[in-house]
């Protein structure tokens, strides 16, 4: 009998060669029952990153970490169930907003999402925030909570795609995370593992995003919807523009404070639209409505207090304090410490580069140095202007909530390092770059 030894598997990937399905999947499951450690689990991520991984590599990568674990089934739920996943960016806190206002328009979420990433933000994170809250559900406590509530976030944890958990952690300490097939697994593991009748993916472009420009998010969309029609499961994209912070909060309690005020209606801007948008599209896809009028739906259940009244409802059955979405300035944790974002320059924001901003609120204690930290709920930046903006010299572009002085000028001088002021008028970036509507399925 032969022993197998994950040191072929990594020299194979180094050697550009294109592994087997069952040598893939073997790695995975192999890494993800704690047989072979992190550092071969690194090398073997690292290789993938540079050589690639191709369609049935990616597949293979994705059914593995499915059968790491448990899936998630609803049975008669009476209505659509619906999943939403963005692959990461800045101040994107739309899955807090499109889990309770799909649920108040009819539809059922049940979602798995992911911690923070790199610069990016993670939900799982921004939830925990909320005092209470856990994101560790059984696979039946989800079914059950999207049975009761209409909506459900939860986390991959040791039965559900804990391949994708161990992976995602290791990548985001090992800077093996901007890789398409790498997300493409990694997001779509958690989507399959799911039965939901439709799956909604925003896939972000821009300098927040992992793909910085829309032609390699497009690579993205399509490894993505490859896996997705691969499992005959619907599925629906868009390229999303990243190329500065989507709302205004880049933290974790900052961005829960802010989707707070979206729910609640008070708050306009592109947070709003773009979870107006993917609303509007999960009606059109799910119940044949007309997306003018879905989006009018939308905008209507975040303005008279229905979306908001779910998100309470979500976060009770999760054990959170639902009082935070009447007062979250008393319910979640404030940093010491709040600057005001002072602009050094006059001029038109031209550009923003997010993922500097991304790092800046990271290196705050927003975000993970290592693998497994705690991230500190309480700091981040909050940064309002918008691309195309104008802005003055001295005057106020936001905060910065932070634990030391020290630190607040270090994450405000690293945010006025990310932004390009222009003299002229500059024109705001679309907000999607590009719409795959969902076709195919079950
Ligand atoms: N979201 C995920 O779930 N995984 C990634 O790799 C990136 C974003």
Redesign the pocket.
């Known amino acids: 009998m032969t022993t197998w030894d994950p040191r072929g598997t990594i020299a194979a990937k180094r050697e550009r060669q294109t592994l087997p399905p069952d040598e893939v999947e073997r790695f995975v499951l192999a890494y993800a029952m704690g047989e072979i450690g992190d550092g071969p689990a690194a090398a073997f991520l690292m290789a993938s990153l540079l050589n690639g991984l191709d369609d049935e590599e990616t597949l293979a990568m994705t059914r593995a970490m499915i059968a790491s674990g448990d899936t998630v089934t609803f049975g008669d739920l009476g209505r659509p169930a619906v999943d939403k ?4 960016g800045v101040a994107d806190g739309v899955t807090l907003v499109f889990a309770p206002l799909a649920a108040s328009l009819g539809l059922a979420v049940a979602k798995l ?2 911690r923070g ?1 790199g610069h ?1 933000g993670g939900t799982l994170d921004k939830l925990e925030s909320i005092p209470g809250l856990r994101t560790d559900l059984e696979p039946d406590r989800i079914a059950q909570q999207v049975h009761e509530v209409g909506c459900a976030v939860a986390a991959q944890s040791s039965r559900l795609v804990p391949a ?1 958990g161990a992976l ?1 952690a290791l ?1 985001d300490a090992t800077a093996t ?1 901007p890789s398409v097939p ?2 493409a ?3 779509m593991s ?1 989507k399959l593992a799911v039965a939901s009748d439709l799956i909604l993916l925003d896939v972000k472009a821009g300098s927040g995003a ?1 793909m910085k420009d829309p032609a390699r998010a497009r690579s993205l969309a399509e490894a993505c919807l490859a896996l997705a029609y691969g499992a005959g499961r619907p599925c629906g994209v868009a390229i999303t523009d990243m190329s500065q912070p989507l709302g205004e909060a880049i933290g974790n309690a900052l961005d829960i404070n802010e989707a707070v005020q979206v729910l609640r209606g008070s708050r306009r801007g592109l947070l709003r639209d773009l979870s107006i948008w993917f609303a509007a599209r999960a009606l059109e896809a799910t119940g044949g409505i007309h997306f003018d009028e879905a989006s009018a739906r939308a905008a209507t259940a975040l303005d008279d207090g229905s979306a908001s009244e779910r998100f309470a409802r979500m976060i009770e059955a999760q054990g959170g304090d639902p009082r935070v979405t009447e007062d979250p300035g008393s319910v979640l944790p404030r940093a010491p410490l709040v600057v005001p974002l002072l602009a050094d320059r006059t001029g038109i924001l031209g550009a923003v580069d997010a993922e500097g901003i991304g790092m800046a609120s990271s290196a705050l204690g927003a975000g993970r140095v290592r693998k497994g930290e705690q991230v500190d709920p309480a700091v981040g930046i909050v940064f309002r202007p918008k691309i195309g903006d104008r802005i003055d010299a001295k005057e106020p572009l936001g905060e910065i909530h932070a634990r030391s002085r020290d630190a607040a000028e270090l994450a405000s001088k690293r945010t006025l390092e990310a932004l390009t002021v222009a003299e002229d008028p500059v024109e705001p970036p679309p907000l999607i770059h590009g719409w795959f509507p969902p076709e195919g399925g079950r």
């Open positions: 996943h963005s692959t990461g999402s992911g990433l990016t994708d995602y990548r995370v790498l997300i697994a990694s997001v958690k992992f």
